[in-house]
């Protein structure tokens, strides 16, 4: 990140209460809701403690709020800039491909029949992800994440899925989201930078 997140200076009073499922899933305790909230950001921070599956969730949660912060007061044309040349990536884009992440990893690898990839509209020529609008985008993704919520919630971390693009990988749930929490942490970075050469907004 660009600059430096102060330290938790309060609590999350507005976060969702956990679902309570089998299999060692957060319950809907005052644990959950009372998680840390950065001083500078505002995003809730994932907590210092808890259940393996608990601080997995978290810190998945919490990457996909650092991207759609990125994202948020920005108009169109601005999510369409590319602002780190040679690169071609726009914010638009990251939010497209995240999409695309969420239904391949939480979806098509467990066998969900509706995982086919998404229909984007095609792209205008200047590598900015096409006709969509930021509004847009940004809906599908957030429909993504919440599919991919409830597709993981029924399964336990030790359950498998496999690419049938390479029959002999196999994943377990526990595996996608680590392989998740690294894969926005890369383009959360990246997002950082698009975001500042656009207005100068540094952080999370």
Request: charged share 25%; glycine share 10%.
């Amino acid at each position: 990140m660009t600059s430096q997140e102060e330290q938790p200076a309060g609590l999350d009073r507005t976060a969702r209460p956990a679902r309570a499922t089998a299999g060692g899933r957060a319950t809907d305790s005052d644990q959950y809701q009372r998680r840390p909230v950065g001083a500078v950001s505002g995003l809730p921070l994932p907590q210092g403690n808890g259940s393996e599956r608990q601080l997995l969730e978290q810190w998945l949660d919490f990457q996909r709020a650092t991207l759609a912060a990125k994202c948020e007061g920005l108009s169109d044309e601005q999510l369409r800039t590319v602002s780190a040349p040679p690169s071609d990536l726009t914010l638009l884009g990251l939010l497209r491909h995240m999409t695309e992440v969420e239904r391949h990893w939480f979806r098509f690898v467990f066998g969900e029949q509706d995982s086919a990839p998404a229909r984007w509209p095609p792209d205008d020529g200047s590598g900015a992800a096409g006709a969509d609008t930021g509004a847009e985008t940004l809906a599908a993704w957030q429909r993504e994440v919440e599919r991919a919520r409830r597709s993981a919630a029924g399964r336990p971390l030790d359950d498998m899925g496999s690419d049938p693009r390479r029959p002999t990988w196999i994943y377990s749930l526990r595996w996608i989201h680590l392989h998740m929490i690294g894969e926005y942490a890369r383009h959360n970075g990246h997002a950082d930078l698009l975001r500042e050469r656009i207005d100068g907004a540094t952080g999370f």
